[in-house]
C-alpha cells in the first residue's frame, strides 16, 4: 500500500472516530456516568477508602477470591497428524509427511496430478 493511500485510510478512521466521539458527548447516559463517577472517587477520598475496600465490604466472596492466583488455562491441544506415506512409482523415492506442504510432494503434484499422486498413498 502506498504512503498516500495509507495516510487517507487513517484520515477517514480519524473522521470517523471523531464524529462518533462528538455523538457520545452529547448523550445523556454519557453525562450521568461521568457525574456519578466524579461524585464516588469524591467520596471514596473524603472517607479515605478505594475501590477494593468497597468491592470487599459489598461483597466479601469476591475478595477472597480475587486474593487467590487463578491456574493456568488449559490449552486445548489438536489431535496430531498422521503420518502418510507415498512411493512414486516411476522411481521408487518415498516421502513420509504429516502435511502436504512437502517439496518433494509438491514437485510430484506438479508433475502427476494430485489425484495420481493421492494413489500412491501406501
Not at 487513517?10 to 453525562?31: I, P, S, Y
Amino acid at each position: 500500500m502506498s504512503k498516500l493511500a495509507e495516510f487517507r485510510r487513517l484520515e477517514r478512521h480519524l473522521a470517523e472516530q471523531l464524529a462518533a466521539l462528538e455523538a457520545m458527548k452529547g448523550d445523556k447516559g454519557l453525562e450521568q456516568e461521568i457525574e456519578f463517577e466524579s461524585k464516588l472517587r469524591a467520596l471514596l477520598g473524603e472517607y479515605n477508602k478505594s475501590l477494593r475496600d468497597i468491592i470487599a465490604i459489598l461483597d466479601p466472596q469476591n475478595d477472597s477470591k480475587s486474593t487467590r492466583t487463578a491456574p493456568a488455562p488449559v490449552k486445548a491441544s489438536r489431535k496430531a497428524r498422521a503420518l502418510k506415506v507415498y512411493k512414486n512409482p516411476h522411481n521408487g523415492e518415498v516421502v513420509e509427511t504429516k502435511g502436504g506442504n512437502h517439496k518433494t510432494l509438491k514437485e510430484w503434484k506438479a508433475e502427476h496430478g494430485s489425484d495420481t499422486v493421492e494413489s500412491w498413498l501406501s
